[in-house]
Structures are given as structure tokens and as C-alpha cells.
T-cell receptor, first 111, second 113 residues
Framework: DAGVTQSPTHLIKTRGQHVTLRCSPI?????VSWYQQVLGQGPQFIFQ???????GRGNFPDRFSARQFPNYSSELNVNALLLGDSALYLC??????????FGPGTRLTVL | DQQVKQNSPSLSVQEGRISILNCDYT??????FLWYKKYPAEGPTFLIS?????DKNEDGRFTVFLNKSAKHLSLHIVPSQPGDSAVYFC????????????FGQGTILTVHP
């Protein structure tokens, strides 16, 4: 079975631009969570979606938004990019939420 | 407010010996704890977990211990192997938030042959 997949792998944007990151969960997993990992830190929770509804939101500004589609894939959108948004963005899927399985991440660089 | 802390940024161990990675937490609402391993350019890989109703869980070479009164958990790897060299993260979640994990800062484990 395929694991969690994320696209793109790498992305370079300039300040003020908008970015969309995509995630496909493991087949059968209905929960998707997004995390931001900056260098030298652990992943920080951004959003969780379950059955297309937002179930949790971390301490991130409104520039960050997400959605989940009927096939349980998900998008993370970030508007008005700042230099500080440069990070590895991780998507994780789970069945019940206990053991989350992570994708390889999208490395976002904001110049 | 760092609710999950891994106070050792790095740990160096000889092959075949025991590796002990430590993690402290402050939020008493946490009731499920996990350890992840991360290699460069890859996402975190789930290793082992423990519920707050237990104080020990084993899976092969990996054992996690939970001391609820001290709000402390540890991961023991015996015997350590060079392939175990990676960044290890502990994570925790409260009972009410299945999809929201709070991670520590990570510990870089290096196992020398």
C-alpha cells in the first residue's frame, strides 16, 4: 500500500505570494493533519480534518487555511507569505488519530 | 510554552549498548504518548506508543516507559545499531484531540560502530 504522499517536494516562493500544498492520505484513512517544522524544532500542529470537517486548529494566523476533499485528500493554503513561513510542511493521516503516519513533507522556501 | 520537552539535543552511543532518550511534559491532559524517528529528507516514522493507563510498552528492541507522577517518559533502545542514528521526537496528545500531536524539539541519536 502506498503511504502518505505530498506534492510538491520542494517549492520556492517570494514574500507576499500564495502557496498550495497537497496531501493524499493512506487508503482508508479519513483523518488528515498538517504540521509545520522549522529547522531545529519539532513539528508544530496547524490543522486537523476528519470527514471533511475541521476538527482542530493550532496557533497559526488566518493566512493559513486548509480543506479536505470527498476522497480525503487535503490542501494547505498559505496567503501573503512571510520569510518566517519557510519550513518543512508535513501531512499525516490516521484512522482513529492515535498513530499518525507522516508523508515526506514539502520543503517551502520563501525569499 | 513548551508543553513537551526533550532536554538533550544529542546523544552518542556505542553500537550494542543501550540508548536512553528522555522526554518531559507539563500538560496533565496528555494521555497518549508516541515516539517518532526521523531521517533527513523524510517524514517522521512512527516507532512506539503508550497509553496513560500503562507504564511500559515493548516492541522488539524498543521499550517506552511512562512515569505519570513525574510527567516523564523515556525510550530505551537495546541493543543500539548504527541504523538507529536519526532524530527522535516524542509527541503527546490529550484524550479529546485525536489528531493533534504536540512534539518535543527532538534528540539527535548517533550510534557509533
Amino acid at each position: 500500500d502506498a503511504g502518505v504522499t505530498q506534492s510538491p517536494t520542494h517549492l520556492i516562493k517570494t514574500r507576499g505570494q500564495h502557496v498550495t500544498l497537497r496531501c493524499s492520505p493512506i487508503s482508508g484513512h479519513k483523518s488528515v493533519s498538517w504540521y509545520q517544522q522549522v529547522l531545529g524544532q519539532g513539528p508544530q500542529f496547524i490543522f486537523q480534518y476528519y470527514e471533511k470537517e475541521e476538527r482542530g486548529r493550532g496557533n497559526f494566523p488566518d493566512r493559513f487555511s486548509a480543506r479536505q476533499f470527498p476522497n480525503y485528500s487535503s490542501e494547505l493554503n498559505v496567503n501573503a507569505l512571510l520569510l518566517g513561513d519557510s519550513a518543512l510542511y508535513l501531512c499525516a493521516s490516521s484512522i482513529g488519530g492515535n498513530e499518525q503516519f507522516f508523508g515526506p513533507g514539502t520543503r517551502l522556501t520563501v525569499l | 510554552d513548551q508543553q513537551v520537552k526533550q532536554n538533550s539535543p544529542s546523544l552518542s552511543v556505542q553500537e550494542g549498548r543501550i540508548s536512553i532518550l528522555n522526554c518531559d511534559y507539563t500538560n496533565s491532559m496528555f494521555d497518549y504518548f508516541l515516539w517518532y524517528k526521523k531521517y533527513p529528507a523524510e517524514g517522521p516514522t512512527f516507532l512506539i506508543s503508550i497509553s496513560s493507563i500503562k507504564d511500559k510498552n515493548e516492541d522488539g528492541r524498543f521499550t517506552v516507559f511512562l512515569n505519570k507522577s513525574a510527567k516523564h517518559l523515556s525510550l530505551h533502545i537495546v541493543p543500539s545499531q548504527p541504523g538507529d542514528s536519526a532524530v527522535y521526537f516524542c509527541a503527546a496528545r490529550p484524550r479529546s484531540s485525536y489528531g493533534k500531536l504536540t512534539f518535543g524539539q527532538g534528540t539527535i541519536l548517533t550510534v557509533h560502530p
